[in-house]
């Protein structure tokens, strides 16, 4: 994103956005607990922030994604069944596709991910940008957030990881566990370049997605 604010709290038509995604959780009927990893000097401050949004656990993350999950996970209580992992950076997905998420996870499935069909070409290259060959796309997913787990699942996967992963089902593939996709929402995109947050500018103007 550049320069400036932490991404999670650049403002996104007016309020940051981990205030739109707490919003989005929280009026999830099955989420009804709410942890946020924030970078350790602020605690205080983002607890305070999401106050008047919904009741949030505000703990300190860590240096990696992977981290911040772990230390949050680690203060969920035990007789919670399930867990949503999200991205403030995916502040806009909406509540159904936390229920979706949870519907299917209530159902049986141990792991599911958000998941869009890719609609670009794709090619692999070599470190000097030389194509080695195209990919098919056909077989393949760009995967979301929130991702559910059955807490008990996601704690092992957590436990037994001993490399980085960008997801946390990637962790819970690890174990050789089945992983699960249910359909993704444009709503859920990354904010990862200004471009994004354009884009995200633009859906805040639509009428939420059904
Ligand atoms: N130490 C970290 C880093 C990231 N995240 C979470 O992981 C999400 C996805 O990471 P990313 O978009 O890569 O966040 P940043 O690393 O903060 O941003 P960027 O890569 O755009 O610089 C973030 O929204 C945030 O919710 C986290 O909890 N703890
Ligand atoms: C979890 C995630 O959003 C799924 O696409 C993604 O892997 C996060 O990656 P990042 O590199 O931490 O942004």
């Known amino acids: 994103m550049g320069p400036g604010a932490p991404k999670a709290l650049r403002l996104l038509g007016g309020e940051p956005l981990l205030v739109h995604a707490v919003r989005r959780a929280a ?12 970078p350790p000097a602020d ?3 983002v607890h305070a922030l ?6 949030v656990t505000v ?10 999950v772990a230390a949050a ?12 992992v999200h991205d403030a950076a995916r502040c806009l997905a909406p509540a159904e596709l936390f229920e979706q998420v949870a519907a299917t996870v209530r159902d049986g499935a141990g792991a599911v991910i958000p998941a869009l ?14 194509v080695l060959g195209t990919v098919d796309r056909s077989v393949l997913r760009a995967v979301q ?49 200004p471009i994004d ?9 639509l009428p939420p997605p059904a």
Do not use: W, Y
């Open 50 to 55: 999401l106050a008047p949004v919904a009741p």
């Open 145 to 193: 957030t929130p991702q559910g787990f059955s807490a008990p699942l996601l704690r092992a996967a957590h436990a037994a990881a001993a490399d980085s992963h960008t997801d946390d089902a990637g962790m819970v593939e690890k174990l050789g566990h089945r992983v699960v996709c249910v359909p993704g929402s444009d709503f859920a995109l990354k904010i990862t370049r």
């Open 117 to 130: 069909p890719v609609t670009d070409t794709i090619k692999e290259v070599d470190p000097g940008e030389r």
């Open 43 to 45: 605690v205080d401050a």
């Open 27 to 38: 009026a999830a009927p099955s989420v009804r607990m709410i942890v946020v990893a924030a």
């Open 73 to 84: 996970l680690a203060v969920v209580p035990d007789d919670v069944g399930i867990v949503l």
């Open 197 to 205: 947050l354009a884009v995200a500018t633009h859906l805040l103007t």
């Open 59 to 68: 703990v300190a993350g860590g240096a990696e994604r992977q981290d911040s």
